[in-house]
């Protein structure tokens, strides 16, 4: 059983950055993919960004391409989620996931997820 904490959210002006953290505990972090989604509200949950446990490979949604960077430290049980140039539509509620199913970009395949930290952007 892995359990995920987020942390690091919060209200940034738009253009601004923020850096999230989840820290896993009560399992063999290195051997689980990672990935982050959000929920706005009235949305559904969607990917953000994905990195592999094996050789840390990363993958990103079209929309935060180019301004949000997701890393780990697996001697930390921690993974990052660097967030740039923010945009008012990136507000939502962030979680981490943990998971070991190749198919990363849909919210079933992973199997542990964290309680989610508020990111608001403002204008």
């Known amino acids: 059983q892995v359990q995920l904490v987020e942390s690091g959210g919060g209200l940034v002006q738009a253009g601004g950055s923020l850096r999230l953290s989840c820290a896993a505990s009560?399992?063999?972090?290195?051997?689980?993919?990672m990935g982050w989604f959000r929920q706005a509200p009235g949305k559904e949950r969607e990917f953000v960004a994905h990195?592999?446990?094996?050789?840390?490979?990363?993958y990103y949604a079209n929309s935060v391409k180019g301004r949000f960077g997701i890393s780990r430290d697996n001697a930390k049980n921690t993974v990052y989620l660097q967030m740039n140039s923010l945009k008012p539509e990136d507000t939502a509620v962030y979680y981490c996931?943990?998971?070991?199913?190749?198919?990363?970009?849909?919210?079933?395949?992973?199997?542990?997820w964290g309680q989610g930290t508020q990111v608001t952007v403002s204008s």
């Open positions: 996931a943990a998971g070991r199913s190749p198919v990363f970009r849909i919210r079933q395949e992973y199997q542990y």
């Open positions: 009560g399992g063999t972090f290195s051997t689980y993919a």
């Open positions: 990195i592999n446990w094996s050789d840390g490979t990363t």
